[in-house]
């Protein structure tokens, strides 16, 4: 008997000094991709639970007027004044505009620039080599679906007085959903990457710059549906390559492998042959945190029936880069409506949590979900963990340290398409309570 | 010997052994079945599912259990579990008939691959649809689907193959070529595809998407009448959905009522009507009470313009409970294009008494109260919608009109500011905020949208005509003032404009000389003098003008022509003139 508790004890002891090497092995060295924690920022470790509890919500900027059309926002400290505002693009009132963190926790609304119309997404960048950041705007010309070539790449020049100026890149093409600038040559100077949406055509194109605010177009892919198309360096040999998230019934996943010289190879990294998958978003990050950048997207996009709302397919799902060109796929969770991924330790816990939001789901059921984290056990296997069902229809989120404490907080968006209304929001800031 | 009590103990202590033995290998028997018995996925909770689904599932439980767990009920169960979408419980199905005699047909392994693609694996679905490959060869649907795995998971040139193996048996299959027209495209090879697409559209001129491509594909190369006319070709419907016989099977297993209802919509906007109805008659059948059936039996009425039938269909739909802020609105459309505007308007009251608040509904009725011309009712309506849509274009405009035609133009003015920011190119909102702001004497503030609106309409027409009119006197109007640093640029807008409209360029002389800028007067005025080159009084000014820039003898001579085309009756411009001409110039010779 005394022997057989020795050997117990032993075994319990051996194999818990093997579970504290192992997960010694997985704390992450500092994380390079772009994490919502940057590289050498602090995390403050949080003990409340991730659940409806761990954020207190608030709206910031304007109130809303009548049901807002929030098509994206942008996280940024726009006046580098050490404190991050939230850029805005309203796709209903066809303007950009700043919500500037004046102090800490104080936010006020400014439009910025003249109005673009179908504002889609946002970038910055400092374009012109002038010191400060310039807003770069995807048009689509209007939001609803059209055909017509009526998008545009319009940059809001930044005077660095907090003026900003309308300069049109590109227009009369097909609708613009995705703009970035990045170095996709040797040239020093600032390319773009453009994701046109369209409808039944569209296509994706870089932008060289020629410079003396010049550029010269070259076309990547023949398709309509581009969300977005993130410039990343996805195999680590320096040269940016370009990963694109394509839905009207393509449905893929593709990289664009530069060769330095603006030579691209397109490959398809992972598709669904559901022609009614309905991606909707898809951001970079090193999941992982092994040193290269995956890929997480959504489908999450109902609009397009009788009746707009969820579909039983939709969720949030990431693409493992294990290195010479080979990508894994994992399916993160379900999730109706999800749109707009976003990849933030959000306790503090060294683990990258994955976050969504809905856009698209049955809203006249209270126990509908409109934010939700899955929360990463250190292994990259993800609890689903709901974080509100009001607001309703929000379709976009990001997440950053918004007070500089360490802390990741998160900025909603809502766009109001389909009824009913009865949680209506513009922008909401969610932070900790305490 | 009776009655030997030794031997019948042992007797007995024999049969008991025996006795005990058997039970014992009956109870080993027993377990030993049990545990190689088929684990049938235990039953569940099918909340989201109509009863019947449940009561399905149990019995096709049962009878597999009863049967002994034949292969065929296995099968059944299985198909059961993966119309519905419970993907796991049909995974164990299958992996029992994977290890059943016989094993897996090809249709069990299309099943499963259909499975492997839903949960995006796309490696296990290559691995089933290849099995599919080599026992159903002649399967259509899963060839293809095996080509779009490949493409899917990265391997385009397996995927080539694939697409090329299936036109070798089919010539011209149109979705193994559209598919081979994107590898050619990512390998560069515009003109390979080209062909290809061309070669599409000619045999299956209903591959709309082939057109699409091909209008993207000829818009970068700069081929922009082939372009357009692929991109009309793109706009008729979408082609149909390819012909998949064992999905068709497994739908007529399926209890959701969902995802029927997706796959109706899917045949009908593609078409195919005879596919797309019985898919709603199952959907009734599985939930009489569901209005889903009537709500899109009248939306495919009205889509082919039955509005008689749609409206009945909708009625049904919102006497079994359906929502009336879906169903509403579409029959209101259909009442409207059937001429019943008020049955429209009637319908629309009753729910609006029941849903004062919802902007579906406030939406559909205004509209309504609009085209019958209940102005009164309209303008209610159209409050409330702003209320809470205060960007909504038609609600706004339709607002901005019955205002604007009862005098009530400083509001009609707020509903016109909205749209003009929501719309770029509305031209209506703009010409008449252009026209309230002409009215109020504030050219400043007209000149602005009526330049918009001048830029997106055409020349020549009456509106574009309208227009230009506005627009100049906005201009002469800001121009004449002089009060404005861009005065005079106005009023060379309203002369760019207008070049043969004399009042422009008359204020800007006036304003020039004022201003003492003699050059830029006498400018204005040459080409007032050539528009009206009989008028006394314009070569009157330019002789002031010339004599104030330092011309006294042009000017003469300019004094001499006006006293030429004055009649004798005019005496003040004589008079005027005589100053000039005869007597010694002094300041007060020009007052």
């Known amino acids: 008997m005394k022997r057989l508790l020795c050997a117990v004890v032993t075994a319990l002891l051996v194999a818990g000094v093997l579970v504290f090497f192992l997960r010694a092995r997985r704390m992450p060295a500092s994380a390079q991709a772009s994490t919502a924690a940057a590289a050498g920022e602090r995390r403050v470790l949080q003990k409340q639970p991730l659940g409806p509890d761990f954020y207190a919500s608030r709206a910031i900027g304007k109130p809303a007027e009548g049901l807002p059309w929030i098509t994206d926002l942008l996280v940024v400290d726009l006046d580098g004044d050490g404190l991050k505002d939230v850029l805005v693009c309203d796709g209903r009132l066809n303007k950009v505009s700043w919500i500037r963190q004046v102090r800490l926790g104080v936010f006020e609304e400014q439009d910025i620039g003249q109005p673009v119309q179908g504002p889609a997404h946002l970038e910055v960048a400092d374009l012109r080599g002038t010191g400060h950041l310039d807003v770069l705007v995807s048009s689509m010309g209007v939001v609803p679906p059209d055909n017509e070539k009526i998008g545009s790449v319009v940059v809001l020049e930044n005077d660095g007085t907090n003026h900003f100026t309308n300069h049109v890149l590109l227009d009369n093409v097909a609708r613009v959903t995705y703009v970035q600038a990045a170095h996709l040559t040797q040239s020093g100077r600032l390319d773009l990457v453009v994701g046109q949406f369209g409808y039944i055509e569209g296509e994706i194109r870089w932008m060289e710059n020629l410079g003396g605010g010049q550029f010269k177009s070259h076309q990547l892919l023949d398709l309509p549906g581009t969300i977005h198309a993130p410039a990343v360096d996805l195999n680590g040999d320096g040269k940016t390559d370009i990963v694109a998230l394509v839905s009207q019934d393509s449905e893929e996943v593709h990289a664009f492998m530069n060769d330095g010289n603006g030579n691209f190879q397109d490959r398809v990294l992972h598709g669904s042959t559901n022609k009614d998958y309905g991606s909707s978003g898809l951001v970079i990050a090193d999941v992982n945190q092994d040193g290269r950048p995956d890929i997480v997207y959504t489908n999450g996009d109902g609009f397009d029936y009788a009746t707009p709302g969820s579909r039983p397919w939709h969720g949030v799902q990431w693409l493992e880069n294990k290195g010479a060109g080979k990508f894994l796929f994992h399916r993160v969770g379900d999730f109706p409506g999800a749109f707009s991924p976003v990849v933030a330790d959000l306790r503090g816990t060294g683990y990258n949590d994955i976050v969504s939001c809905s856009g698209f789901n049955d809203w006249n059921d209270p126990d509908a979900v409109s934010l939700m984290a899955f929360e990463n056990d250190g292994s990259e296997h993800f609890t689903p963990r709901i974080l509100a069902h009001v607001p309703t229809h929000l379709i976009v989120v990001k997440a950053a340290d918004m007070f500089n404490d360490g802390r990741i907080e998160l900025v909603t968006g809502a766009f109001m398409f389909y009824p009913p209304y009865d949680h209506v929001s513009r922008v909401t800031l969610w932070e900790h309570k305490e | 010997m009776a009655g030997n009590p030794a031997l019948s103990g042992s007797r007995r202590t024999r049969w008991g052994l025996v006795c005990a033995a058997l039970v014992l290998g009956a109870a080993g028997v027993f377990v030993i079945m049990r545990t190689h018995a088929p684990r049938l996925p235990a039953l569940g909770s099918y909340g989201n599912l109509p009863a019947a689904f449940g009561r399905a599932v149990a019995g096709a439980r049962l009878k597999a259990v009863a049967d002994g767990y034949p292969s065929d009920d296995i099968r059944a169960l299985a198909r059961l579990y993966q119309a519905n979408r419970f993907n796991d419980e049909a995974l164990a199905c299958y992996a029992i008939l994977r290890k059943a005699p016989g094993g897996l047909t090809a249709q069990d392994h299309y099943y499963l691959g259909d499975i492997a693609l839903y949960q995006g694996d796309l490696d296990q679905a290559i691995l089933e649809l290849k099995e599919v490959e080599e026992t159903e060869p002649q399967y259509l649907a899963a060839r293809l689907e095996l080509g779009d795995a490949l493409f899917k998971s990265g391997d385009a040139a397996g995927a080539a193959r694939e697409y090329e193996s299936i036109l070798e048996t089919m010539p011209n299959q149109p979705q193994a070529m559209f598919s081979l027209a994107r590898i050619d495209l990512m390998k560069g090879g515009d003109d390979k595809a080209i062909t290809r697409l061309e070669t599409l559209l000619t045999a299956h001129p209903e591959m709309t998407s082939g057109a699409g491509l091909l209008a993207q594909i000829f818009d970068r190369r700069g081929e922009k009448q082939k372009a357009l006319l692929m991109t009309q070709w793109s706009r ?202 002409l009215r109020r004497s504030e050219p400043l503030a007209a000149i602005p949208p009526l330049e918009e609106a001048i830029a997106q309409s055409q020349k020549g027409t009456p509106a574009y005509t309208s227009l230009t009119s506005m627009l100049y006197a906005a201009y002469v109007e800001a121009g004449s003032s002089g009060a404005d640093a861009d005065a005079v640029g106005f009023l060379d807008k309203a002369i760019a404009l207008d070049p043969a409209n004399p009042n422009a360029l008359a204020h800007k002389a006036a304003l020039c000389a004022q201003a003492r800028k003699f050059a830029d007067a006498a400018d204005a005025l040459e080409k007032l003098r050539d528009l009206q080159p009989n008028n006394p009084t314009i070569y009157l000014s330019l002789g002031d003008v010339l004599y104030h820039e330092g011309k006294p003898d042009e000017a003469r001579v300019d004094w001499q022509r006006a006293m030429l085309l004055t009649s004798s009756g005019n005496t003040a411009l004589r008079e005027a003139l005589n100053a000039r001409i005869d007597a010694p110039i002094t300041e007060d010779t020009f007052r």
């Open chain 2, 236 to 437: 008729q419907s979408p082609e149909p959905v390819p012909d998949d016989p064992w999905i068709d099977e497994l739908l007529t297993n399926c209890y959701d009522v969902q995802r029927l209802s997706l796959k109706f919509e899917e045949y009908y906007t593609s078409g195919e009507i005879d596919k797309a109805l019985p898919l709603l008659d199952r959907v009734e059948e599985l939930d009489p009470k569901s209005y889903i059936p009537q709500l899109l039996r009248g939306w495919s009425q009205a889509r082919a313009h039955n509005d008689f039938e749609a409206v009945a269909q909708y009625r049904m739909a919102l006497d079994k409970g359906g929502d009336p802020e879906k169903i509403c609105p579409y029959m209101a459309q259909s009442l409207i294009a059937l001429g019943r505007l008020s049955d429209a308007a009637k319908l629309m009251a009753e729910f609006y008494a029941k849903k004062p608040d919802s902007v579906p509904i406030l939406i559909a009725y205004s509209d309504v109260a609009v085209r019958q011309g209940d102005n009164v009712t309209a303008t209610v309506l159209l409050r409330r919608v702003l209320e809470k849509e205060p960007y909504r274009v038609a609600a706004n405009m339709n607002l901005a009109k019955i205002l604007w035609a009862s005098g009530e133009r400083d509001e009609a003015a707020v509903c016109l500011e909205r749209v003009t920011k929501v719309s770029s190119s509305d031209v209506v909102s703009r010409a008449l905020l252009g026209e309230y702001h």
